[in-house]
């Protein structure tokens, strides 16, 4: 049987107030891959991540997740918020500013979503949430605050309240650039974990050695087009373009 793509990004365009930041990108991510998407600041990169949840509506091109259209329905007609809801609940965002809800505890936090969203039972939203804060460490925090928490510890609960809603695909926005730098191998550890156990994940960022060691394929967007798409063994050893061997003497 055929299995279809976590995600397809096919001819996508958006501008902003007649400035083209993303000209017809293309992208297929498979079920259980880590996608690394590079690029200089202004790019278009969170655009192109914000485009996949219908957060930003595109311009033109067609986004499907796991198979299924997003903002769109058969009828070529924009879908009602309730259509939209059901098929963004299939993606789960960890933005580099956790948002994590201030008067809720870690537990809570987690919990949250499961049940008010996808009508959970309190009882399992409560299991879940448990083996979840266990698995991104930090179990022995459930019942803190989150003012109480590190930046580090911060994102490691917003990743594992990301995974309680089940998504085909989380979307990542340089989740590490906030924190503080003894705070980052923390986080990209339990990235790293998450990829071994096959989650599939499009990741924003600019930790060259977690794209090197971890993507399955490196994206590099450059004015808002893709202009290289390979391996990280080919990105990092050999890239194509003049662009992308400047941007990594950069970053080294
Ligand atoms: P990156 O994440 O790679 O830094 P962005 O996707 O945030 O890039 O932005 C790409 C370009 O689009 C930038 O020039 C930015 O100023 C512009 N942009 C992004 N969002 C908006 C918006 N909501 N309104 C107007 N311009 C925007
Ligand atoms: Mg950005």
């Not at 989150?146 to 930046?151: N, Q, R, V």
């Not at 499009?202 to 794209?211: D, P, R, Y």
């Not at 194509?240 to 400047?246: F, G, N």
Request: aromatic content about 6%; proline content about 4%.
């Amino acid at each position: 049987m055929h299995e279809h793509a976590a995600v397809n990004i096919s001819g996508l365009s958006k501008s902003f107030g007649g400035i083209e930041v993303l000209r017809n990108v293309n992208l297929t991510v498979h079920k259980g891959d880590v996608v690394s998407v590079l690029g200089s600041s202004g790019s278009g990169k969170s655009t192109m991540l914000r485009c996949i949840n219908w957060l930003e509506v595109p311009d033109q091109g067609r986004i499907e997740i796991a198979g299924q259209r997003i903002g769109v329905n058969d009828a070529g007609k924009a879908m009602s918020q309730r259509e939209l809801a059901a098929i963004r609940a299939k993606t789960a965002m960890v933005f580099q500013g956790f948002n994590l809800w201030p008067h809720l505890t870690v537990l809570q936090n987690v919990m949250e979503a499961p049940i008010r969203v996808k009508g959970v039972h309190r009882a399992k939203a409560l299991e879940q949430a448990n083996e979840l804060l266990a698995k991104v460490g930090m179990g022995d925090k459930a019942h803190a605050y989150p003012f109480t928490l590190s930046g580090g510890q911060k994102q490691r609960v917003a990743i594992a309240r990301a995974l309680a809603m089940n998504p085909e695909v989380i979307l990542f926005d340089e989740p590490t650039s906030a924190l503080d730098p003894e705070r980052v191998g923390e986080v990209l550890q339990v990235m790293k974990n998450l990829s071994a156990e096959g989650y599939t994940m499009i990741v924003v960022t600019h930790e060259m050695e977690f794209a090197r060691a971890v993507s399955d394929q490196v994206v590099f967007l450059e004015k808002g087009e893709i202009i290289e798409q390979s391996t990280p063994q080919k990105f990092f050893s050999n890239p194509d373009t003049d662009r992308v061997r400047k941007f990594l003497e950069l970053m080294n």
